[in-house]
């Protein structure tokens, strides 16, 4: 079983960047499809964006950071990294993120086999 360890999250003011990363042990990372998500209080948790397993030759986001955020991979160092520029107060939440032994690039929580603990981003206005 894979473990997923999130890293990089923290305060940053909007119109300000972060990269998130997600450094995956215990398995093969190559032969997992990785996705972000994030849960803000009180509401449900969000697909951000997901990658392709192997090359990473696949990626999809959800509208909400489609040009803004931009997702990858290095298999070389098992992480699966978030990229997120031009940050609003609205990306306020708890970012998580999650690998799938599957072939196909999943965008729904359900997919999903394997969760980190998450990470905190906060963004002030």
């Known amino acids: 079983q894979v473990q997923l360890v999130e890293s990089g999250g923290g305060l940053v003011q909007t119109g300000g960047s972060l990269r998130l990363s997600c450094a995956a042990s215990?398995?093969?990372?190559?032969?997992?499809?990785m996705g972000w998500f994030r849960q803000a209080p009180g509401k449900e948790g969000d697909f951000l964006a997901a990658?392709?397993?192997?090359?990473?030759?696949?990626?999809r986001y959800s509208d909400s950071v489609k040009g803004r955020f931009t997702i990858s991979r290095d298999n070389a160092k098992n992480t699966v990294y978030l990229q997120m520029n031009s940050l609003k107060p609205e990306d306020t939440a708890v970012y998580y993120c999650?690998?799938?032994?599957?072939?196909?690039?999943?965008?729904?929580?359900?997919?999903?086999?394997?969760w980190g603990q998450g990470t905190q981003v906060t963004v002030s206005s």
């Open positions: 999650a690998a799938a032994r599957t072939p196909v690039v999943p965008v729904t929580r359900g997919e999903y086999d394997y």
């Open positions: 990658i392709s397993r192997s090359g990473g030759g696949t990626t």
């Open positions: 215990r398995g093969t990372f190559s032969i997992y499809a």
